[in-house]
Every structure is written in structure tokens, then in C-alpha cells.
């Protein structure tokens, strides 16, 4: 039997290696060359920027990209004969596994963050902190994040809330300790996929942000070493909590605030790279990239997102350490892209290397997620392996991590599974344990493709009413995201919805819009394919090819059915 590997254990120091020196501006502790002060331990700056003993970890690295596990319509179903992944009808009549509705890609969530790990080591150079050394005192907050002890967390983090409000020192320091804080508590909880939860602090964190650019940092320097701490500057504090509400919409399903928000991230560094070179601005740009691609590939803009996914290869190439931190990302990037475009032995392939590439396990247990809904798609082709993927990441039993939104989609990839299977029983209760997470953390997009495929099960069944009630309620939720998969796949069920229910005015509504978003697919998934860029779905080795040959037309599945 073929056997995928473990997921990876939490191994913080192998992904951002190298030490971070400190360095004294104008009288203040600020950014090494790519790294963010550790404010915990109570270590701060006492002497010269060679010998002060000031905790530095590099820029938290996320992946984020999103989950391709979507939905798909039951075997043996006769009509019309879909494109999969781009959702284009072709009138043949023939009876193609799973083909009586467009199936189009579904991303779910966001690529799991990549905040907490990071590699912390002593200024000038000195070992890193040990086991032995974390079992002398508690372990800060950022440290327990890495290394996954997250029921740890968030007792020690509402400490440390309290410890910052109480602190009396230079406003503008007090609002940059609130705003390191509050980064680390939203990430956690977007790290633990709880969208809903991190709203308060998410907001507060704005807030604070707010507050901290209207503060002068011309004030009198005080006298106590330990008040001349800075862990970053304010503009860079900026971008960074554009990236964490970007991170919070991807997960939430409000892809025109990710993209708002991203536009404005991307305008503030262009700005900042200007004047300043530091490499975690760089960083700063391949994380918002990755969201960007994300919302095109969700919206039904491929070819524009293939084009921002050859300039995060382009950024990579100008840094080594860039790439390193990035790849598996930049690789399941392309596994998604490969899944819209119905090139699935690409995506196999994309989706194969960024799991060898990844040592993340929220990553891991996320490609695989996806890597199984390419099997599913595929039938009988892999059985095998489809089934061993299936028991490493069953939420029933020993799912690999602890994130709600990743074991949600877990429920969801199951669903599928047995829907495919005819076993519609089965599907239902994996979808009905979906739609209880993701509603309990407003896991819209979840939601969404959840209803759906629901809708899509009481209509094979027979039970026209309650799949009207699945479906109506996916449409206007997938309007609201957007999602173009899900609004296609959501109309036309309606059009079969009506038409079997005598409904000849909504049933002609409903083909009018399935058409129209049929049209816009197919015209994007050509666009997509013509573009040299394409040709990077098959590099799975080695860095980013420096030129792209120029396509001749869609080298896909496409032509053929249509």
C-alpha cells in the first residue's frame, strides 16, 4: 500500500534560521535586519547593540492561499456534460461521472498561517533557547504558538493583556506593546480558524492602530532602558495589521474586503520600498500576493491570478531566503490554479512537491485536504492512495491539527467522498457537522458549498422543497462573497429545481445566469491558458524558472469536451 508521510511535527527553528542583530536608532530599540523583537522574558536592551541581550525572531511567514476541496455532483448522474473546474456545459447527453452540474473548484479557507513559527535566537550571535532553558520559566506566548500548545495559549496571553494595560510608560511605546500583543492574539485565533472569535480583537487592533499614527514619537527619551523599546516602526506596524484583516476576510469569506484591503497594503509598501529596504517588507508583499491570487482564483479571475503568482516568483527569485520560507506555499499556490484550470495531473504534481517542501502541519493536513478532493474528482484512478489520505486527516477520529476551520473542511472533503459514492445518508451527516462548525465560526464560504451540495443530494433524492431551501440561501451567500463556483453550481440546480416544479419564468431566470457565468469561465480559463505563465504548472523542482515560453492556446481538457 502507498503511504503518505506523517504529518510534520512543530519544528520552529528549521523554517527562519539565522540571527537577527539588534540595531539602535535616534535613541530607540528597532527592527535587526528581518526580525521583530520578542517583547516577553522581561529581557530588554541594557547595553550595546552587540552584547544586548534582546530576544529577535525573523517576520512571521504565512503561506495563505486557500483550500480546493469543492463540491461535486453525484455519480451516474446523466445531462448535461461539464468541464470540471471551469463549469462549462456541452450538450452531449452523456453520462459522465458526477457531471449533471458544473463543478468548480471551492476554496474553503485560507492556507493555515505561518505567524507563530519563527526562530528565536540570541542577539550577536548565541545558541537559541532550549527545552531546558523554556523549563526554568514559562514559555511566552509566541514560543507556545509554535510549538503548538495552543490550550496553553490563551490564559498566558490574557495575562499578558492585562500586564500591557497596566504598563505606565510613553504612550506611543505602550500602543506599539498593545499592537505587538494583539497581533500575536489574532493570529492565534486565526491560526486555530476561529473567525468569529477574533472579531473583538481584531477590532481593537485596528483601533490601536489608529491610535498609534496619530501619536509623535518626538517625545523626551526617558531614562529607563527598558521604556526605549520599539519592536517595529509604525509604518510598518500599518501594513502588518492590513495583513492580519486580510487574513481574517480570506478565512471569513469577504473576498472584497481581502482585496480593499490588500490594495491599500500593496500602495503602502510601494511607498515604504522606496525609502526603506528592509527585507520583511518584501515578505510583507509575497503574504499579500498570495492572498490576492487567492480571491482572483475564488472570483472567476485565473489568468489574472496566474500572472500575480509568476510576480511572487519573480519576488522569490531576488532572495534566497524568500523563497525558502515561501516555496510550499508557491507550490500549493499553483496546485489551486492547476485544479481551476482542469489540469489535474499538474495539480497532483504541485500538490505532492509542496507537501515534500512543507514541515508545517497545519500546511500538511491543508494539501492533503486538497490533494484528496483531486482524487475524488478522478474516480476510481487512485482508490488507494484517496483512501489512505482520507484516514490521516478523519475529523472523527486523529485529525493531524487542532485549527476548527481545517477540520470543518475535513467534515466537508468526507461529504464529498460519499457523495460521490451514492452513500447520500452519509454525505449528509458529514455536510450537516460542516454547516455546525462553520456556522458557529462564520465560515461563509463553507457554509455556502456545504448548502449546496445538500441542495444537490435532497434533489437526487427527490425532496425538491428542501433542496430549494439548501440551495436559495448557497446563491445568496456564494452572491455575497463572491464565489463563482458555488453562484454557477447554485443555478443550475435552480434552473432543474424549476423546471421539474413547472416554474418556467424562474427556471428561464435561472439558465439565464448559469449561462452568463458559463460565459465569463470560459473566456477566463482561454485567457489563463494562453498566457506564457501557464507553463509554470509543470516546474516541481528546484527555484522559479527565470522566462516562461509563450502558449499557443489552452494545452487542456477543454477543447475536447466542448
Request: net charge neutral; hydrophobic share 40%.
Amino acid at each position: 500500500m502507498l503511504r503518505w508521510p506523517e504529518p510534520p511535527r512543530p519544528d520552529y527553528p528549521s523554517l527562519f534560521q539565522g540571527t537577527i542583530p539588534a540595531q539602535q536608532r535616534d535613541g530607540k530599540w528597532r527592527l535587526g535586519e528581518m526580525g521583530l523583537v520578542w517583547w516577553m522574558r522581561g529581557r530588554v536592551p541594557t547595553g550595546s547593540a552587540k552584547t544586548s541581550p534582546v530576544r529577535h525572531a525573523v517576520a512571521p511567514q504565512m503561506p495563505r492561499s486557500s483550500c480546493m476541496a469543492g463540491p461535486c455532483p453525484p455519480a451516474g448522474f446523466r445531462g448535461k456534460t461539464q468541464i470540471p473546474g471551469c463549469g462549462i456545459c456541452a450538450e452531449d447527453g452523456a453520462a459522465w461521472a458526477g457531471a449533471a452540474y458544473s463543478w468548480v473548484p471551492a476554496w474553503l479557507f485560507t492556507l493555515p498561517s505561518r505567524c507563530q513559527q519563527s526562530h528565536s535566537t540570541w542577539a550577536g550571535g548565541q545558541q537559541p533557547c532550549t527545552r531546558r532553558d523554556s523549563a526554568r520559566a514559562p514559555l511566552p506566548p509566541q514560543l507556545l504558538l509554535m510549538e503548538r500548545k495552543l490550550q496553553e495559549v490563551h490564559p498566558l496571553l490574557t495575562l499578558c493583556g492585562q500586564i500591557v494595560e497596566n504598563w505606565q510608560g510613553n504612550p506611543i511605546q505602550k500602543e506599539s506593546l498593545r499592537v505587538f500583543f494583539l497581533v500575536l492574539q489574532v493570529t492565534h485565533y486565526l491560526d486555530a480558524g476561529q473567525v468569529k472569535s477574533v472579531k473583538p480583537c481584531l477590532k481593537q487592533l485596528q483601533q490601536c492602530i489608529q491610535t498609534i499614527s496619530t501619536l509623535h514619537d518626538d517625545e523626551i527619551l526617558p531614562s529607563n532602558p527598558a521604556d526605549l523599546f520599539h519592536w517595529l516602526p509604525k509604518e510598518h506596524m500599518c501594513v502588518l495589521v492590513y495583513l492580519v484583516t486580510v487574513m481574517h476576510s480570506m478565512q471569513a469569506g469577504y473576498l472584497e474586503k481581502a482585496q480593499k484591503y490588500t490594495d491599500k497594503a500593496l500602495m503602502q509598501l510601494e511607498k515604504l520600498k522606496m525609502l526603506d529596504c528592509s527585507p520583511i517588507l518584501s515578505s510583507f508583499q509575497v503574504i499579500l500576493l498570495e492572498h490576492i491570487i487567492m480571491c482572483r482564483l475564488v472570483t472567476g479571475h485565473k489568468a489574472t491570478a496566474l500572472q500575480e503568482i509568476s510576480q511572487v516568483c519573480q519576488l522569490c527569485q531576488q532572495s534566497p531566503r524568500l523563497f525558502s520560507n515561501h516555496a510550499a506555499q508557491l507550490h500549493t499556490l499553483l496546485g489551486l490554479y492547476c485544479v481551476s484550470v482542469n489540469c489535474m495531473d499538474n495539480a497532483e504534481a504541485q500538490f505532492t512537491t509542496a507537501l515534500r517542501l512543507t514541515n508545517h502541519q497545519e500546511l500538511w493536513a491543508f494539501i492533503v485536504t486538497n490533494l484528496a478532493s483531486v482524487y475524488i474528482r478522478e474516480g476510481n484512478r487512485h482508490q488507494e492512495v484517496l483512501y489512505s489520505l482520507l484516514e490521516r486527516i478523519n475529523p472523527d477520529h486523529s485529525f493531524p491539527v487542532s485549527s476548527h476551520c481545517l477540520r470543518a473542511a475535513a467534515f466537508y472533503v468526507r461529504g464529498l467522498f460519499s457523495f460521490f459514492q451514492g452513500r447520500y445518508n452519509e454525505a449528509k451527516r458529514f455536510l450537516r457537522e460542516t454547516l455546525k462548525m462553520s456556522n458557529a465560526e462564520d465560515l461563509n464560504r463553507l457554509t455556502a458549498c456545504s448548502l449546496v451540495l445538500l441542495g444537490h443530494i435532497f434533489y437526487v433524492l427527490g425532496n425538491h422543497r428542501e433542496s430549494n431551501n439548501m440551495v436559495v440561501p448557497a446563491m445568496q451567500l456564494a452572491s455575497k462573497i463572491p464565489d463563482m463556483s458555488v453562484q454557477l453550481w447554485s443555478s443550475a440546480l435552480l434552473r432543474d429545481l424549476n423546471k421539474a416544479c413547472g416554474n418556467a419564468m424562474d427556471a428561464h431566470e435561472a439558465a439565464q445566469m448559469h449561462q452568463n457565468f458559463s460565459q465569463q469561465l470560459l473566456q477566463d480559463h482561454i485567457e489563463a491558458c494562453s498566457l506564457p505563465e501557464h507553463n509554470l504548472i509543470t516546474w516541481t523542482d528546484g527555484p522559479p524558472p527565470l522566462q516562461f515560453q509563450a502558449q499557443n492556446g489552452p494545452n487542456t481538457s477543454l477543447a475536447s469536451l466542448l
